[in-house]
T-cell receptor, first 115, second 113 residues
Framework: TQLLEQSPQFLSIQEGENLTVYCNSS?????LQWYRQEPGEGPVLLVT?????EVKKLKRLTFQFGDARKDSSLHITAAQPGDTGLYLC???????????????FGRGTQLTVWP | DTGVSQDPRHKITKRGQNVTFRCDPI?????LYWYRQTLGQGPEFLTYFQNEAQLEKSRLLSDRFSAERPKGSFSTLEIQRTEQGDSAMYLC???????????FGSGTRLTVV
């Protein structure tokens, strides 16, 4: 079983549409990150959220960390073909001794944006 | 220093052979992680180092897998007696003591035939 559940697993939309990707867990995280990965490459960090209820914006992307620090969402406004990729959430467990230890990853959401 | 470098990018090997992968981190990053990723899955933790000390190993890391980070610089991941189930992308990531985010390398794609 995955510690972080992402939904949906696949998303195929037209350019200009809005979308939201969810990342949920029953565990509490000290921090949560979102990455984007393209085929044959390593994931690239988009954002880190560390405070419950925190909202961060990166151009057309809005990231939110749940109040209880168990979940997060990624919202993309007016999606473009360049947003196509695998979006991964990853978190560091709160009860671990170090917040700089391992990260737990979700399975990812494969987003395809058609022109 | 342009990022995390992994070598080779691709490796095809016959079942039963040994393989070794190398990761060169960003020089200021003292923490180095190895992950494995198969198709349709997120990265799966294998092991991590703080400087030269190996601080955690996944239970998934069988005794055929070994990792080293001599002198706290580059790291190697060796797989002995490879099996078809070892086919995956092996990712190296590093970070410094202040930031939460990982910087990943481009990975090594292993195919065991």
């Amino acid at each position: 079983t995955q510690l972080l559940e992402q939904s949906p697993q696949f998303l195929s939309i037209q350019e200009g549409e809005n979308l939201t990707v969810y990342c949920n867990s029953s565990s509490v995280f000290s921090s949560l990150q979102w990455y984007r990965q393209e085929p044959g490459e390593g994931p690239v960090l988009l954002v880190t959220v560390v405070t419950g209820g925190e909202v961060k914006k990166l151009k057309r992307l809005t990231f939110q960390f749940g109040d209880a620090r168990k979940d997060s969402s990624l919202h993309i406004t007016a999606a473009q073909p360049g947003d196509t990729g695998l979006y991964l959430c990853a978190g560091a467990l709160k009860d671990r001794g170090s917040t700089l230890g391992r990260l737990y990853f979700g399975r990812g959401t494969q987003l395809t944006v058609w022109p | 220093d342009t990022g995390v470098s992994q070598d080779p990018r691709h490796k095809i090997t016959k079942r039963g052979q040994n393989v070794t992968f190398r990761c060169d981190p960003i020089s200021e990053h003292n923490r180095l992680y190895w992950y494995r990723q198969t198709l349709g899955q997120g990265p799966e933790f294998l092991t991590y180092f703080q400087n030269e000390a190996q601080l955690e190993k996944s239970r998934l890391l069988s005794d055929r897998f070994s990792a080293e980070r001599p002198k706290g610089s580059f790291s190697t991941l060796e797989i002995q007696r490879t099996e078809q189930g070892d086919s995956a992308m092996y990712l190296c990531a590093t970070r410094d003591s202040l930031n939460y985010g990982y910087t990943f390398g481009s990975g090594t794609r292993l195919t065991v035939v």
